[in-house]
Nanobody, 123 residues
C-alpha cells in the first residue's frame, strides 16, 4: 500500500499562484510515476501532470506554461506549482501513484490516490 497526503490547496484570486504538495509513504517503489489529476463536481477526473522518477514530465495541454510538476525522490514528495490560475482551474486536485504501466494520462491506470485538496479561484 501507498499512502498519499496532499496539502496546499485553498482560495486564490485569478492570476495568482498556489503550490500543492503530495507526500507518499508505504510501498514507495510504487511511486515510479506520480501524477496530479483534478475533478469538478459531476465530471470525470482529468489528467493534469505527471512526473517519473527518472525526470520525464507530462502535462495536459490546458496547463502547459502555467503549471510545473516537480518531485523530491528522497522525500517521496511531488509538487504542483500552479501559476496564472484561472477560474476554470477550480477543482479538487488529487495526487496519484501506483501507475500500472500503460497510459499515464488515464486515471484508471493508478492504484493509489490521495484524499484530494480543494483549489478555488475567485474572479
Amino acid at each position: 500500500q501507498v499512502q498519499l497526503v496532499e496539502s496546499g490547496g485553498g482560495l486564490v484570486q485569478a492570476g495568482g499562484s498556489l503550490r500543492l504538495s503530495c507526500a507518499a509513504s508505504g510501498r514507495t517503489f510504487s511511486t515510479n510515476v506520480m501524477g496530479w489529476f483534478r475533478q469538478l463536481p459531476g465530471k470525470e477526473r482529468e489528467f493534469v501532470a505527471a512526473k517519473t522518477s527518472g525526470g520525464n514530465t507530462y502535462y495536459a495541454d490546458f496547463v502547459k506554461g502555467r503549471f510545473t510538476i516537480s518531485r523530491d525522490n528522497a522525500k517521496n514528495t511531488v509538487y504542483l506549482q500552479m501559476n496564472s490560475l484561472k477560474p476554470e482551474d477550480t477543482a479538487v486536485y488529487y495526487c496519484a501513484a501506483g501507475w500500472r504501466g500503460r497510459d499515464l494520462r488515464r486515471s484508471n491506470e493508478y492504484d493509489y490516490w490521495g484524499q484530494g485538496t480543494q483549489v478555488t479561484l475567485s474572479s
